[in-house]
């Protein structure tokens, strides 16, 4: 069946460092791709999403690209603040479902 | 403001005592959905409702079901709750796949 895999948490940066949370997944046919944030004690929220191959979703400084070949959907962000902390859930729906296909999460602390 | 609602927040119930979650929104979303979420696990999608539609997972227990009385609300019973069942609930809305809406989650405790 579809999943999706992310990277091992957490991650922990410094204020103003790069990052990077690798995502990658199996699907079947060409799903579309979604980032998700969960601030803590709220629910999650849409932070982005690709419906294509080659599309770069972005959003809030954060962006990432739709990878056919290697099957990837990473989020990158050049420079994270303090209120980027947070967990990050990549996710997929495809054939035209109404479902979500979540990964494990990875939480993101940034420090001042 | 809020557009997907969970209450309670926080739920504590007893092994074996049957416990009902409740979901509203003011979205009008057609479609509804239920997901668990353990500690450090993905969101597991227990089932949906598109419209009166009931969408169960092949992999969800028979001690979980749910109720969606009008497009505005949907509830999660669990017959039974053993400690396993110990987790954050995410009650979830769309129009497609392509944008859900998340409430803020209820937090169950079986003691």
């Known amino acids: 069946g579809d999943s999706v895999t992310q990277m091992e948490g957490p991650v922990t940066l410094s204020e103003e460092a790069f990052l990077t949370i690798n995502c990658t997944y199996t699907?079947?046919?060409?799903?579309?791709l979604f980032w998700y944030v969960q601030y803590p004690g709220e629910g999650l929220q849409l932070l982005l999403k690709?419906?294509?191959?080659?599309d770069k979703g972005s959003n809030k400084g954060f962006e990432a690209t739709y990878r056919k070949e290697t099957t990837s959907f990473h989020l990158e962000k050049g420079s994270v603040q303090v209120s980027d902390s947070a967990v990050y859930f990549c996710?997929?729906?495809?054939?035209?479902?109404?479902?979500?296909?979540f990964g494990k999460g990875t939480k993101l602390t940034v420090n001042p | 403001d809020a557009m997907v609602i969970q209450n309670p927040r926080y739920q504590v119930t007893q092994f074996g005592k049957p416990v009902t979650l409740s979901c509203s929104q003011t979205?009008?979303?057609?479609?509804m959905y239920w997901y668990q979420q353990k500690s450090s696990q993905a969101p597991k999608l227990l089932f949906h409702?598109?419209?009166?539609?009931?969408?169960n997972e092949a992999d969800t227990p028979d001690n979980f079901q749910s109720r969606r009385p009008n497009t505005s609300f949907c509830f999660l019973d669990i017959r039974s709750p053993g400690l396993g069942d110990a987790a954050m609930y995410l009650c979830?809305?769309?129009?497609?796949?392509?944008?859900?809406?998340f409430g803020s989650g209820t937090q169950l405790s079986v003691l």
């Open positions: 699907a079947t046919g060409y799903p579309s």
């Open positions: 690709a419906t294509k191959a080659d």
């Open positions: 979205l009008n979303h057609n479609v």
């Open positions: 996710a997929l729906s495809s054939g035209g479902s109404e479902k979500l296909v």
């Open positions: 979830a809305t769309s129009i497609i796949a392509e944008k859900l809406f």
């Open positions: 409702y598109y419209d009166k539609d009931f969408n």
